[in-house]
């Protein structure tokens, strides 16, 4: 029998979490796409750098997706922005897993980032430490050790492990 993997992501345009882990929640592998913006230094509009950006993540979730044959995304939904440059981010990151789901014809099941924080620790109120900590102990593996590489890491295993108590997509899958 095939086996099943899944993609779990803390979307970010910063810092992009994602795990691929198998159904019954080994990590396989891991990483944090980080890009900057580099509008002045590469004497381009902001515009054409935002899709600059854009297309560093698009090719290495693609790799990743194809890389793992992953059959299952899961993804914070990103909520709320302090100004109108974090709102425009919130849209293409979601617009990201949305096409990626869309385009791999892979289910995509997305989560809060409060239901996360909740189901790990039991409050909303947790310090990127907190979480971090927490995802060392429930995801057994070599983490790097870098400061927003293990938090957005962390956040994207969070989301895999409140998906272990409301997906039923995911309880079936590991049923399997």
Request: net charge neutral; hydrophobic share 40%; with cysteine.
């Amino acid at each position: 029998m095939e086996e099943i993997r899944i993609l779990t992501n803390d979307p970010s345009f910063r810092a992009w979490g994602w795990a691929v882990l198998d159904a019954k929640g080994k990590v396989l592998d891991w990483g944090c796409i980080k890009t900057e913006p580099e509008q002045k230094k590469r004497r381009i509009r902001k515009g054409d750098d935002t899709v600059r950006r854009t297309s560093e993540i698009n090719k290495q979730l693609i790799g990743v997706i194809q890389d793992w044959d992953v059959k299952l995304i899961l993804s914070e939904l990103p909520h709320g922005s302090q100004n109108a440059s974090a709102a425009v981010m919130i849209g293409i990151v979601t617009g990201i897993i949305q096409t990626l789901s869309d385009s791999f014809q892979l289910p995509v099941e997305w989560f809060s980032e409060d239901d996360a924080k909740k189901c790990a620790l039991g409050k909303r109120s947790v310090s990127k430490g907190e979480m971090v900590e927490a995802m060392k102990k429930l995801y057994d593996f070599h983490w790097p050790n870098i400061g927003y590489m293990d938090e957005a890491i962390a956040d994207a295993l969070a989301i895999h492990n409140v998906a272990k108590h409301q997906s039923s997509i995911l309880k079936m899958m590991e049923k399997l």
